[in-house]
C-alpha cells in the first residue's frame, strides 16, 4: 500500500506533527483449497477392456451383478487383467462342450478337473449351452464352493441373480461380476451351475475332464443337498470363470 502526503504552507511551520496511519482491516481467511477426485474407472482393468456401450452398463450395475458382454471382451480380459487364471474348464473343453442332456435333474454340477485356485477373486464367468426348439427358462446359477475335497460341499451362489440367456443353437454366454471384494477361498476349490431339469439338460458338456453332481432338494438356487454326491470321471461341462490374485477393478 502507498500513501502519498502533499504539505502546503506559506510561512514557516515549527510545530511539530504526528501523521497517524491505520493499517487496513485484516481480511477473513479463505480456504480455497480444492480437493480433486479422480473417476474410479479410470484404472478399473475390466472397464478397460469394455467397449463403450458395456462400460455404462457397467458403471450402472449394482455390486454382484453379473453383466453379459462379448467372446472378445472376454478374451481382452484376460490379457488385461493382470495375473488371471481359469477356472472350471480350460478354453478347449469349454469350446468343445457341445454333447447336452448329459443330467435332466435339479442339481448342482461342479467341474472338478480344472479347479478354480486359491486365494484368487472370480472377476468373470462364461457358459456353453444349446438353445434348442424348446427356449431355456434361464434358471441356472453360477457356484462356487469352498473345498475341493469329495464329497463337495460349502457352494454359494456368484451374481445377485438367474442368468438371462437367449440364442440360437450352440452359444458360449460370458459375464463379467461386478464388484467382487473378497476371495473365493483359501484352498482350490470347484466351479459350478444350478439349474433345474429342464436347463441342466441344456449344459454343452464334453467327454473328458471328471464333475460332481450334487443333487438338489427341489428349490432353486440349490443351496442344500440331502443326497450323496455322484462322481463321473469323463466328462467336463461348458463352464468357465476367470481369477486374479489382485483387485483391479472397482468395489
Given at each position: 500500500?502507498?500513501?502519498?502526503?502533499?504539505?502546503?504552507?506559506?510561512?514557516?511551520?515549527?510545530?511539530?506533527?504526528?501523521?497517524?496511519?491505520?493499517?487496513?482491516?485484516?481480511?477473513?481467511?479463505?480456504?480455497?483449497?480444492?480437493?480433486?477426485?479422480?473417476?474410479?474407472?479410470?484404472?478399473?482393468?475390466?472397464?478397460?477392456?469394455?467397449?463403450?456401450?458395456?462400460?455404462?452398463?457397467?458403471?450402472?450395475?449394482?455390486?454382484?451383478?453379473?453383466?453379459?458382454?462379448?467372446?472378445?471382451?472376454y478374451e481382452t480380459l484376460q490379457t488385461k487383467v493382470a495375473s488371471?487364471?481359469?477356472?472350471?474348464?480350460?478354453?478347449?473343453?469349454?469350446?468343445?462342450?457341445?454333447?447336452?442332456?448329459?443330467?435332466?435333474?435339479?442339481?448342482?454340477?461342479?467341474?472338478?478337473?480344472?479347479?478354480?485356485?486359491?486365494?484368487?477373486?472370480?472377476?468373470?464367468?462364461?457358459?456353453?449351452?444349446?438353445?434348442?426348439p424348446s427356449p431355456l427358462n434361464n434358471n441356472l446359477y453360477f457356484?462356487?464352493?469352498?473345498?475341493?475335497?469329495?464329497?463337495?460341499?460349502?457352494?454359494?451362489?456368484?451374481?445377485?441373480?438367474?442368468?438371462?440367456?437367449?440364442?440360437?443353437?450352440?452359444?458360449?454366454?460370458?459375464?463379467?461380476?461386478?464388484?467382487?471384494?473378497?476371495?473365493?477361498?483359501?484352498?482350490?476349490?470347484?466351479?459350478?451351475?444350478?439349474?433345474?431339469?429342464?436347463?441342466?439338460a441344456y449344459l454343452g458338456y464334453t467327454t473328458s475332464g471328471s464333475?460332481?453332481?450334487?443333487?438338489?432338494?427341489?428349490?432353486?438356487?440349490?443351496?442344500?443337498?440331502?443326497?450323496?454326491?455322484?462322481?463321473?470321471?469323463?466328462?467336463?461341462?461348458?463352464?468357465?470363470?476367470?481369477?486374479?490374485?489382485?483387485?483391479?477393478?472397482?468395489?
Amino acid at each position: 500500500m502507498s500513501v502519498q502526503i502533499t504539505f502546503n504552507r506559506t510561512g514557516p511551520d515549527t510545530e511539530e506533527k504526528q501523521i497517524i496511519f491505520s493499517p487496513e482491516p485484516s481480511l477473513p481467511t479463505v480456504n480455497n483449497s480444492i480437493t480433486l477426485t479422480g473417476d474410479p474407472y479410470a484404472t478399473d482393468k475390466i472397464y478397460q477392456s469394455l467397449t463403450t456401450a458395456n462400460q455404462t452398463t457397467y458403471r450402472d450395475a449394482a455390486t454382484n451383478s453379473l453383466i453379459e458382454i462379448s467372446q472378445t471382451e472376454y478374451e481382452t480380459l484376460q490379457t488385461k487383467v493382470a495375473s488371471t487364471v481359469i477356472g472350471g474348464s480350460t478354453t478347449t473343453r469349454f469350446n468343445s462342450a457341445t454333447n447336452s442332456t448329459l443330467v435332466n435333474q435339479d442339481c448342482i454340477i461342479a467341474n472338478t478337473t480344472t479347479v478354480i485356485p486359491a486365494n484368487t477373486y472370480i472377476y468373470a464367468l462364461a457358459i456353453h449351452v444349446v438353445h434348442g426348439p424348446s427356449p431355456l427358462n434361464n434358471n441356472l446359477y453360477f457356484y462356487a464352493n469352498t473345498t475341493s475335497t469329495i464329497p463337495a460341499s460349502g457352494f454359494v451362489q456368484l451374481g445377485s441373480s438367474q442368468l438371462s440367456l437367449t440364442g440360437s443353437g450352440w452359444t458360449k454366454h460370458y459375464f463379467v461380476l461386478k464388484g467382487k471384494s473378497s476371495i473365493n477361498s483359501s484352498t482350490s476349490s470347484y466351479l459350478a451351475i444350478s439349474g433345474s431339469g429342464i436347463n441342466t439338460a441344456y449344459l454343452g458338456y464334453t467327454t473328458s475332464g471328471s464333475i460332481v453332481i450334487r443333487q438338489g432338494a427341489g428349490t432353486l438356487p440349490i443351496t442344500t443337498s440331502t443326497t450323496t454326491n455322484q462322481v463321473f470321471s469323463t466328462y467336463t461341462i461348458g463352464i468357465q470363470c476367470l481369477t486374479s490374485t489382485s483387485i483391479q477393478w472397482v468395489i
